[in-house]
């Protein structure tokens, strides 16, 4: 009886040391978390050169959504407006609206982001201040203007651009993730990424000190 119990105890610790040695499932690759990388750290941060190519490639790599859905803007009342040669369009989450001007001989893209600090009034200007309201021409940036009227959104707003979805439209070209929207100009070599945390600006846009713009300015980023 004793060398059975003592057999069948063998068994059992050999059954449980294969078991231990066996590996499970291996994880695919969507399952693992972020690597953390082991790398020193760099000495100096990236460049912006640096910074706006790796942008460049992460707009171009977005899902091309067709131009011809957005063509149009509107009001939520009422028909669409067709916008012509212009593009509108709003994030999923709606805090980010742009729409374009060519029709009206205004270069750039012009968005209104709802940000969770709007740049402040300035003391001069004329009209109601939208401290969140962003123009990128390329070679400049501003953020923040008086508006005595909607302009360019007076017929409303686009279509949604779903996440990951991207515009290329004459100069530009955008992308938009969860995290915000990205807008990039290779011609001028500048971008801009909008959310509704901030403005950040990439390329040779770099921000113009208050006491050399105008009074009646928010941020201004020049190249």
Not at 121 to 130: E, H, I, Q, Y
Request: glycine share 12%; aromatic share 8%; hydrophobic share 35%.
């Amino acid at each position: 009886m004793i060398m059975r119990i003592a057999a069948l105890a063998a068994l059992i610790l050999a059954l449980s040391a294969c078991s231990q040695s066996t590996p499970g499932k291996p994880q695919s690759s969507s399952d693992r978390p972020p690597a953390t990388s082991t790398a020193a750290t760099p000495s100096k941060p990236p460049s912006r050169d640096s910074q706006l190519k790796e942008r460049i490639a992460w707009v171009q790599a977005g899902t091309q959504a067709d131009l011809g859905g957005y063509h149009s803007a509107s009001t939520g009342t009422g028909p669409a407006t067709d916008l012509k040669s212009d593009i509108a369009f709003v994030s999923p989450s709606g805090k980010i609206s742009c729409i374009t001007g060519t029709e009206y001989q205004i270069d750039g893209i012009n968005c209104v982001v709802k940000l969770k600090n709007p740049v402040p009034k300035p003391a001069d200007g004329v009209g109601n201040w939208d401290g969140g309201y962003v123009r990128f021409t390329g070679s400049a940036l501003t953020v923040g203007q008086f508006r005595g009227d909607p302009g360019l959104f007076i017929y409303g707003e686009g279509q949604t651009l779903p996440y990951d979805g991207a515009l290329t439209f004459g100069k530009y070209s955008c992308r938009i993730a969860t995290n915000g929207l990205t807008c990039v100009n290779p011609a001028t070599k500048s971008g801009v990424q909008l959310s509704d945390d901030g403005i950040v600006p990439f390329g040779c846009l770099h921000e113009i000190p208050a006491a050399r713009r105008e009074q009646y300015d928010g941020q201004v980023f020049k190249c």
